[in-house]
């Protein structure tokens, strides 16, 4: 590449030398700063880079640190916008979520990592452990959540193919592949899948769907319907109610539990529950509302023998017919 050829992107190859090769710990002086430019066809005058200098501060954000160590001035880039430590964190959400495949997983750690240095990077990288993770299998969630959000900024209802998992590992189409109309009021992440709630107008009620099951999504030139019954639905409430987001008939159940296993109600339903003495030592209860379901049957059996359903009777009978059918199994 010959010399100069770049000269009107010196600041922008400037900006990614100082952003990839320094950061608190590491430097450039200025003769490897020209030569680093020079690896771009780049040529300079020391007092042009000065000047650069100052245009990444005060235009860019990007501040520019002067360093003497012994004879030598070194050059680094400041305070960037993400800490390691904060980068740390995006690559363990990254990490643990089921709804990003991994493939997908690996391309957007490796863009993360371009936001520091790569010293610091080199460090992230003995954290990077995706393969073998429980991940989705439908690559095409990542685009499903960029359709959903512009459905819904667009006002429109949606049509999708809703699915399901069979033992060949291959997502059916449920109806004989009819489409679901629906209209579409947010998006919320539980128990690590990504869910749409929406409007149906069907059953004129608010409904939940698993993004990963949903394909062939398109925008409708039509309005949504459900505003009224969605700014009185409270999605945080609607996920703490429904256990691994499962329907059922909501009660106001009563739990007794150890003392020591408050942890695990205040996790589940939060901090604001009411709790209270119940029978037996250092025993307490408590009264949630609850989508009475097989699966919220299932976490209760899985806290152990001391965690107990008081009430109502109609939920208690249930817990019964649940551990009866459950214990049958073993007994054939």
């Not at 042009?48 to 004879?71: N, Q």
């Not at 819904?152 to 059916?172: G, H, M, P, R």
Request: net charge neutral.
């Amino acid at each position: 590449m010959a010399k100069g050829n770049n000269s009107k992107l010196k600041l922008s190859y400037l900006t990614r030398i100082m952003l990839e090769k320094t950061d608190d710990e590491h430097g450039l002086t200025l003769p490897q700063i020209l030569e680093e430019l020079e690896r771009y066809g780049v040529t300079a005058e020391r007092k042009s880079i000065y000047a650069d200098f100052e245009d990444m501060t005060e235009k860019l954000g990007i501040e520019i640190i002067k360093e003497k160590v012994g004879r030598e001035t070194y050059y680094h880039v400041g305070a960037r916008e993400f800490e390691v430590a904060e980068i740390k964190l995006l690559i363990d959400a990254i990490q643990s979520s089921k709804f990003i495949t991994e493939k997908k997983s690996n391309e957007l750690i490796k863009k993360v990592k371009g936001l520091v240095s790569r010293y610091q990077a080199a460090q992230l990288q003995r954290q990077v452990y995706v393969h073998g993770r429980i991940k989705t299998m439908n690559e095409s969630i990542y685009y499903n959540v960029d359709t959903l959000h512009a459905a819904i900024a667009k006002n429109s209802k949606i049509k999708f193919q809703y699915c399901n998992w069979y033992t060949n590992k291959e997502l059916v189409p449920l109806h004989n592949g009819d489409f679901f109309t629906v209209s579409p009021w947010a998006l919320t992440w539980d128990d690590e899948n990504y869910y749409l709630v929406a409007f149906d107008e069907y059953s004129q009620s608010m409904k939940h769907y698993r993004v990963d099951k949903m394909v062939k999504i398109s925008i409708l030139d039509e309005r949504r319907n459900g505003k009224e019954l969605f700014e009185e639905f409270d999605t945080a409430a609607y996920s703490t109610v429904n256990f691994g987001m499962f329907h059922g008939d909501v009660n106001k159940v009563h739990i007794s539990f150890p003392n020591y296993m408050v942890g695990v109600f205040i996790d589940r339903f939060g901090k604001d529950i009411s709790i209270y003495p119940a029978e037996g030592k250092d025993r307490s209860r408590i009264a949630v509302d609850v989508a009475v379901s097989k699966q919220f049957f299932g976490w209760i059996a899985s806290l152990g023998r001391w965690v107990k359903i008081e009430g109502p009777e109609e939920v208690v009978s249930q817990m019964k017919e649940f551990a009866d059918k459950l214990a049958a199994v073993y007994q054939e």
